[in-house]
């Protein structure tokens, strides 16, 4: 699965560390999360996308 959650970080202002903090994970699953090397649980794909105001869809997406 891909992300935009770099670009919405970006956007928003929010850094690494401050999402993290945010979402009560480490800078390390945030990091892997946008690597591509980890895929959320489903509650946390639906936390960032709220914290983001947007839909799950919007940042996450599958390979084509």
């Known amino acids: 699965m891909k ?3 770099p ?3 970006k956007i928003h202002g929010i850094s690494q560390d401050g999402l993290a903090a945010k979402l009560g994970v480490s800078r390390q ?13 489903l509650p946390l794909a639906l ?4 914290l983001f105001n947007t839909y799950v869809e919007n ?4 390979d084509e």
Not at 59 to 62: D, E, G, K, V
């Open 3 to 5: 992300n935009d959650l």
């Open 7 to 9: 670009e919405y970080r």
């Open 29 to 41: 699953t945030i990091i892997s999360i946008e690597k591509g090397r980890y895929n959320p649980s």
């Open 47 to 50: 936390q960032i996308a709220r």
């Open 59 to 62: 940042i996450f997406f599958l």
